[in-house]
């Protein structure tokens, strides 16, 4: 079974601070996604990241896909209260038979205070 | 605009009702899910879809059963609902493999008393 790891479970910084977010695991995905879940909503994706070492950006998130695709991480940059949320990793099994369905991570509560 | 629609945000049940939630989404993915979240445990597949007719047991689907009659539709129905039943139920839908993403409704939260 393929699982993946987030940390911090928890992050509550003030408004400017810089953070990142990781994602691990011990297999080996196709590719990984990164979501966002407001309260009260559903989880919204951001990103996808596919080829090991990519790196992608979105305005002040910054993405990173693993060299061996094990992991991921998201550094926000700056951050601001509208960054508040769940994040949630969730990545695409690399082995058949999975039926396309992702593996989600437990996610990271970001709390950014103004 | 592309979307996930889930026919209630918020429910109240009492223990032992059925409860039926609802799924629909327009745009013609042929993959559905349904899912729990709690707090700490994240989310948890309880059933999924891949095709009209067809389900597949999640993690967990005990005390839960699923219909999928139309492409766009999937329902989640609580035969015997419980308190432990109480949860936020999010409902998915994706292109086969899950490459392009979920598209994810805003959720329902069920509270059984």
């Known amino acids: 079974t393929q699982l993946l790891e987030q940390s911090p479970q928890f992050l509550s910084i003030q408004e400017g601070e810089n953070l990142t977010v990781y994602c691990n695991s011990s297999?080996?995905?196709?590719?990984l996604q990164w979501y966002r879940q407001e309260p009260g909503e559903g989880p919204v994706l951001l990103v996808t990241?596919?080829?090991?070492?990519e790196v992608k950006k979105l305005k002040r998130l910054t993405f990173q896909f693993g060299d061996a695709r094990k992991d991921s991480s998201l550094h926000i940059t700056a951050a601001q209260p509208g960054d508040t949320g769940l994040y949630l990793c969730?990545?695409?099994?690399?082995?058949?038979?999975?039926?396309?369905?992702?593996?989600f991570g437990k996610g990271t509560k970001l709390s950014v205070k103004p | 605009d592309v979307k996930v629609t889930q026919s209630s945000r918020y429910l109240v049940k009492r223990t032992g009702e059925k409860v039926f939630l609802e799924c629909v989404q327009d745009m013609d993915h042929e993959n559905m899910f349904w899912y729990r979240q709690d707090p700490g445990l994240g989310l948890r597949l309880i059933y999924f879809s891949y095709d009209v007719k067809m389900k597949e047991k999640g993690d967990i689907p005990e005390g839960y059963s699923v219909s999928r009659e139309k492409k766009e539709r999937f329902s989640l129905i609580l035969e015997s609902a419980s308190t432990n039943q109480t949860s936020m139920y999010l409902c998915?839908?994706?292109?086969?493999?899950?490459?392009?993403?979920?598209?994810f409704g805003s959720g329902t939260r069920l509270t059984v008393v």
């Open positions: 969730a990545g695409v099994p690399n082995y058949g038979g999975s039926q396309g369905n992702l593996i």
């Open positions: 297999s080996v995905f196709s590719s």
């Open positions: 990241v596919v080829t090991g070492g």
């Open positions: 998915a839908s994706s292109f086969p493999g899950g490459y392009y993403g979920y598209t």
